[in-house]
């Protein structure tokens, strides 16, 4: 039998995930990864979960070990309310306007399935997070992929599109606006708070929602913090948020909120996909935030994560200020920043290469749908120290440099004044 023919359209459309397949390696003796967005494991609570996890087990074992709700916990769902009322301003919210996910990647795929078909519109920003990607382009919709700017998605080429889906009758069928509203994954810019107001203008004229993900929002190590877009349009907007950057990506819970028909339709998909989540992680999360502070327990790690990425903008300026043509973000928060190197290198094919000098980073082709820019590439900072942040682009520097002797590629050194 052909696997092939007995498989189905959603099937052939998903492929393995690039960065996993890239970053097998990472863990190998001497080499340095600059690539994987995982939080420093100094950072996680640990003896604190210890203490709740035992307490919960011993004496909450008849909910803790048992099956959930769709929904999940509803003392988790108290907590989350106090922290977004006290720390964001949302002060509406009640336990129909939210859903607990398994991480938010599968708040991303419930979000698809709810919304998307093969005759939907949505957009994105160009580049986009890989896992949106695979979620939403398992449904097989049409793209409006946006231009990323230094302030957020370009809004112009948006409304061009969608006064163009107007003008052929299609706009019904254009579904939401992806955006990653704070420290872009994968390009560490923010969304400027007048576009955010354009944003919600656009949504209100051309009526969609907008899917507003925010994972690192809380990571701010500098500048003024800026309002969500939920907060200023609840009734448009689906937030979603996570436990992984701020208490520990292994208890694997996502957070999303909306208007509460949108929340009951991505409930019942959530049925379908897993019936519950787990009812012990999510009481340990709700014991932990009842006794301590979560965005106050932050603040060192927040601290941690800035000394990080002021040691990677030092070294990236150390060693790459002389080559013309390349560039990076220098992010206010998040784990990331986005290089941009000179016309003609390819990161994709340069990988192999930056493997064999011990140093790992995400390629850029890995976050388009459709045609890549080949010139970019995904960095983090979150991970390794200090000595292998130096050290690591060094040997970036070194593997640009072989590579583009190898393909002939002259490589513009700025003289020095």
């Known amino acids: 039998m052909k696997l092939e023919s007995k498989l189905s359209k959603v099937s052939n459309r998903i492929k393995s995930s690039i960065i996993r397949e890239l970053l097998k390696d990472a863990s190998l003796p001497g080499i340095i990864s600059f690539g994987g967005g995982v939080p420093d494991p100094k950072t996680f609570p640990r003896e604190k979960l210890a203490e709740i996890s035992s307490e919960i087990i011993n004496k909450e074992y008849a909910m803790t070990l048992q099956y959930g709700t769709t929904e999940g916990d509803p003392l988790l769902k108290k907590e989350y309310m106090k922290l977004m009322e006290k720390y964001y301003g949302v002060d509406w919210l009640h336990e129909d306007n939210m859903v607990f996910t398994v991480g938010s990647q599968q708040a991303l795929y419930l979000i698809g399935m709810t919304f998307l078909d093969e005759q939907s519109w949505m957009s994105a920003s160009k580049p986009i997070y890989l896992g949106a990607a695979s979620a939403f382009i398992q449904r097989g919709p049409n793209f409006i992929n946006v231009p990323l700017t230094e302030d957020g998605m370009d809004l112009d080429y948006l409304e061009k599109n969608l006064e163009e889906l107007k003008q052929k009758g299609e706009i019904e069928n254009f579904k939401f606006a992806y955006v990653i509203s704070n420290f872009h994954n994968p390009a560490g810019v923010s969304m400027s708070l007048d576009k955010r107001r354009k944003l919600i203008q656009l949504a209100e004229k051309y009526d969609f929602y907008i899917v507003e993900d925010d994972p690192y929002g809380a990571l701010r190590f500098e500048g003024d913090p800026i309002p969500s877009i939920y907060s200023m349009a609840p009734e448009r907007t689906v937030l979603l948020n996570t436990f992984s950057k701020v208490l520990s990506p292994g208890l694997r819970i996502g957070a999303v909120m909306g208007p509460k028909d949108v929340i009951r339709r991505i409930t019942m998909v959530k049925q ?60 206010e928060g998040g784990l990331f920043t986005w290089l941009t190197l000179p016309e003609g290198i390819d990161t ?37 120290p200090k000595e292998d942040i130096f050290e690591g682009i060094k040997r970036l520097r070194k593997t640009i440099e072989t590579y583009c002797e190898e393909k002939g590629i002259e490589l513009k050194i700025k003289t020095k004044k």
């Open 348 to 384: 994709m094919d340069m990988f192999p290469l930056a493997k064999e000098n011990k140093v790992l980073y995400i390629p850029g082709e890995a976050f388009y749908i459709g045609e890549p820019e080949r010139n970019k590439m995904r960095m983090s900072f979150c991970l390794p």
């Open 272 to 331: 379908a996909a897993d019936l519950c989540s787990s009812p012990l992680t999510h009481r340990l999360a709700a014991r932990y935030m009842e006794k301590y502070d979560l965005v106050e327990e932050i603040q060192p790690t927040i601290k941690l994560y800035a000394k990080k990425k002021d040691w990677m903008m030092e070294a990236l300026e150390e060693t790459f200020s002389d080559i013309e043509g390349i560039e990076w973000v220098n992010p």
